[in-house]
């Protein structure tokens, strides 16, 4: 049962991180696609800190962040996720990772970025997973530890990429794109409607967030 129940996950892992499993594929081209893209829309002051968002949720905003996370390690640069959706955190599961310990521990001062963020052995790649879910996800993004994380990991990575909760639903990720250099939208194809997009983008003017892309995904 154990055996079974390890293939499943495996599988899991290969269908999301699709990257990682089939690097020459089509899809994985997109995602260098992506990326170079990303460079070229910073080539005079590169963007560290990206949030990942989207109008809503079930778009595959944390599937994108994951994907392009490991295209950017392929690269040979050094990334972190960190997830801080903190309401319906989904980056553990992805890349198969106990949630025991994470940003919410960070955050409380329980542990430091150091004794929370986990190598995926993917390339240069960590995580940061949301840890415990807590009862004030805003006041902690808000807060000056969250501030203080930020500069840290700027300090150790090449870049990070921040998995957010969907920008119409909660207020969270306007703190983020606030505190952070860019801003990527997912808008899910025959998913999203276009009240939604726009919406969201004015959101982020109004959170004084750096639109610095926006990705169709079809794949929701």
Known sequence: MVYKSRRKRDKIKEESLVTYAAPNSKIAEDYRTIRTNLQFSSVTNKDKTIVITS???????????????????????????IDADLRKPTIHKIFQLENTTGLTNVLSGKTT??????????????VLTSGPVPFNPAELLSSAAMETLIQKAIEQYDIILFDSPPILEVTDTSILADRCDGVVLVIGYNHTVNEDAVESKRILGFARGKLVGTILNNKV
């Open 55 to 81: 109008p809503r949720f079930g778009e595959g905003k944390s599937t994108i962040t994951a994907n392009l996370a490991v295209s950017i390690a392929q690269q040979g640069e050094k990334v972190l996720v």
């Open 113 to 126: 970025i150091e004794g929370a963020v986990v190598q995926t052995g993917i390339g240069r790649l960590c």
